[in-house]
């Protein structure tokens, strides 16, 4: 193999249990040598996962096929509109070192983010990447109330990573009400087009594409 990070972009809507077993067979793949790293573009129809860390009371209502998902983390929501990017990368390679993987995904999509004009953040206890909303009446306690924009959910085989990550672009938000995303009360979700970026899929992967050496050098290199 080349050892470069391919890239692939979905047509159309593809079906999660099918996103699954191609992401297994391709990262048996790379453990083998016979593939490279990939990062794969999907958009999926609107379902639920539920990772490894998901409560049974956190599916408030299961409006959409609810989907057990072997990644880390609760229940997210996945639909169109909404970007899902499947890492799989080798870590065999790249370090052993699983938060330092998890934190070069975040920082990866805030430098997306901050392509439009956006400051992605981190929080302790929260995966994923928040949007602070000073523009929103604050939580009952007085804090500022925080919308998360992308959730992170990976999984490791022989230290090959599949699964990923999501980028609200414009999903149907509302869809989220049937669980409680990530396990999280009291914050909210929210998307680009939600933040005033008139911006579809296409210009997120663009911003994606342009970042993502920063974080995930070329192995050739």
Known sequence: MTAMTEWITAPGLTDYAEAVAFM??????IFAGEADELIWLVEHPPL???GTSAQTQDLLEARFPVHASGRGGQYTYHGPGQRVIYVMLDLNRRGRD?????KSLEDWVIDALAEFTLKGEIRDGRVGVWIARPDKAPLPDGSMRE????AIGVKLRKWVSFHGISVNVEPDLSHYAGIVPCGISGHGVTSLV???RPVGLGDLDVALRRTFLRHFPDLRT
């Open 24 to 29: 297994e067979a391709r990262a048996a793949a």
């Open 48 to 50: 639920y996962t539920a």
């Open 98 to 102: 699983v938060r330092a993987f998890v």
């Open 147 to 150: 919308d998360k924009i992308a």
């Open 194 to 196: 939600d933040l005033g």
